[in-house]
């Protein structure tokens, strides 16, 4: 297994040689990708993306967290959001319309834990909420990644979803949630079939795990 070098560890920005590379793949495989430089221009890009009305999955993310899009989307009435009316659901009654819900949007907003060189996504969860939309049942994806989730290789991503970003995560579900996290599934999306279905926003600079 791949492991990283010590001159860049999971923390560092890539840099621009290595963001192209990422880009460029990504585009090969299928996906539409958009280089931005900092978190207020994806902002603003995702609302130019969504279209108002939509029915909108924000996904479990620190990066939609930190970067305030989480809020844009789950506040306000421009969307039809998923996360606060999933959450005013009842699980033990409403746990077959909890599920349609949160794997059919219009569209899912999320984030990764790596993004290969090769063209690859890597999606780490625990629960697998999030996973049915990504891999297809959301009409569109949008996908914000910081500079420092660029790596190699799927080893190097797999190495840094465990090695890095479980640590990190393991401990805010413990505050967040009362329990630990853990890589229960994990999905790779090594193309995209449907031109245009995703969307690729990567940022040139770090944010989230």
């Known amino acids: 297994m791949t492991t990283p070098s010590s001159t860049t560890p999971f923390t560092d920005p890539a840099p621009a040689?290595?963001?192209?590379?990422a880009a460029a793949a990504l585009a090969a495989n299928g996906f539409a990708v958009e280089t931005l430089g900092d978190v207020a221009?994806?902002?603003?890009?995702v609302r130019d993306l969504i279209p108002e009305g939509a029915s909108v999955f924000t996904a479990a993310s620190e990066t939609l967290r930190l970067s305030g899009i989480d809020a844009d989307i789950n506040?306000?009435?421009?969307y039809r959001a998923v996360k606060p009316r999933v959450l005013g659901?009842?699980?033990a009654t409403q746990a077959d319309e909890i599920r349609r819900l949160l794997a059919g949007p219009d569209v899912v907003v999320g984030s990764v834990a790596a993004v290969t060189e090769t063209g690859s996504l890597v999606i780490a969860s625990g629960s697998g909420s999030q996973l049915p939309s990504y891999a297809g049942g959301a009409a569109r994806v949008i996908l914000i990644v910081g500079a420092?989730?660029?790596v190699p290789d799927l080893d190097t991503a797999l190495l840094r979803v465990h090695e890095y970003a479980l640590p990190l995560e393991d401990a805010r579900a413990r505050v967040a949630y009362?329990?630990?996290?853990?890589?229960?599934?994990?999905l790779v999306l090594n193309a995209e079939p449907l031109p245009g279905r995703v969307t690729v926003l990567l940022l040139r600079e770090a944010i989230g795990f």
């Open 148 to 150: 420092q989730k660029v």
């Open 75 to 78: 506040s306000g009435d421009r």
């Open 41 to 45: 221009a994806a902002r603003t890009r």
């Open 89 to 91: 659901m009842d699980r």
């Open 17 to 21: 040689d290595r963001l192209a590379r």
């Open 178 to 186: 009362g329990v630990p996290s853990a890589v229960n599934r994990l």
